[in-house]
């Protein structure tokens, strides 16, 4: 893929749907910054995805309920490559039943 190269992509949360978004972009030897709250699932889109492999990138634990972690992952990609180029949040934890205690579609689209 052209284009991605020197490219640096941040991901909040490492599920599957970044996991396979990063692996994606570090094939086109973007680099790849990935965080989630937990370490392993944080370094999963990174394995096979290294210097040697056309990429480089970084994973790091980050809630992103705590401000504070976040813009530790933002100054750590600033710092380490000198900018951002595309951010990718897909961080979520949502239980359905939490989702199920809206059920006013007023309420659910004011909340929106």
Known sequence: MEGLNNRVVVFA??????TATAKFLG????????????ETSAEAPLRGHGK???GDGVAMVVGISDEGQVKSQIDRAMKEYGRIDGLFNVAANIHPEEVAKDTNVVDIDLAA
């Open 27 to 38: 094939a086109g030897a973007a680099t790849i910054v990935v965080s989630d709250v937990v």
């Open 13 to 18: 949360g490492a599920g599957g749907l970044a």
């Open 52 to 54: 040697g492999n056309g």
